[in-house]
């Protein structure tokens, strides 16, 4: 709600309130405060293994994804076909070191703000 005195928006929803209402970016504001990536999404499993198929099977949808950019626009966006499609080509779509050092120290820090119960989670890169 527009009363709110602060929210979460992502996606589309984001873009048409920044013409609104002042924005901060997160991602910025992390990596500015800690030095490392912000990682805003992944694919994650409650089990401890994951079957090496559906690795696979993710692998290749991210890289099918990620080497035609523009098959994954939708037809109707908020910005110009180009504007999306350069955004979408800035992005990262692996995690190396620097983001598992993000993604631990985010979950300390979650940890420490007790949001977790048992903060034990462990990140596995493929």
């Known amino acids: 709600p527009r009363h709110c005195e602060a929210k979460l928006l992502i996606g589309d929803k984001a873009m048409k309130e920044l013409a609104i ?26 089990h401890n293994e ?11 949808a991210r890289d099918q ?17 180009e504007t999306v499609k350069t955004y979408l080509e800035s992005l990262v779509y692996t995690l190396g070191p620097k983001e598992i050092e993000g993604l631990n120290l985010f979950r300390d820090y979650v940890s420490q703000g007790e949001f977790l119960e048992q903060p034990k989670f462990q990140y596995a890169v493929n």
Do not use: C, H, K
């Open 21 to 46: 209402a002042p924005a901060m970016d997160l991602g910025r504001e992390w990596t500015e405060w800690t030095g490392l990536p912000f990682v805003y999404a992944a694919w994650i499993s409650r």
């Open 50 to 60: 994951v079957s090496g198929r559906a690795v696979e099977e993710l692998t290749r």
């Open 65 to 81: 994804g990620v080497g035609n950019i523009a098959s994954v626009i939708p037809p109707q966006t908020v910005f110009p076909f």
